[in-house]
């Protein structure tokens, strides 16, 4: 996850999916291209798991940004109302 600030509270996350492996056949696989496929499949999952969480965070602290412009608006309107 590559996390990028810009402003006081705004935070960007680029959320990287990973691209899906090969998998090869295993009718007509070696046993090492499936070693190597194995590997690359527990690799895959690490990095899948690690853009599920990216995708989380940015999920919360887009939903935290939002009410924080609602009470940002609500705040305003009751200051106007009581002038």
Not at 12 to 24: F, H
Not at 37 to 63: F, G, P, V
Not at 70 to 81: G, H, I, K, P, Q
Request: proline share 4%; aromatic share 10%.
């Amino acid at each position: 996850m590559v996390v990028a600030t810009s402003g006081v509270d705004a935070q960007t996350y680029y959320c990287s999916r990973p691209s899906e492996p090969y998998i090869p056949s295993g009718y007509l696989a070696e046993y090492d291209q499936m070693e190597r496929s194995k590997r690359e499949i527990e690799q895959y999952i690490d990095e899948m798991n690690d853009y599920l969480s990216c995708l989380a965070t940015e999920h919360s602290d887009a939903s935290d940004e939002a009410n924080r412009v609602v009470d940002e608006w609500d705040s305003a309107v009751r200051s106007l109302n009581n002038r």
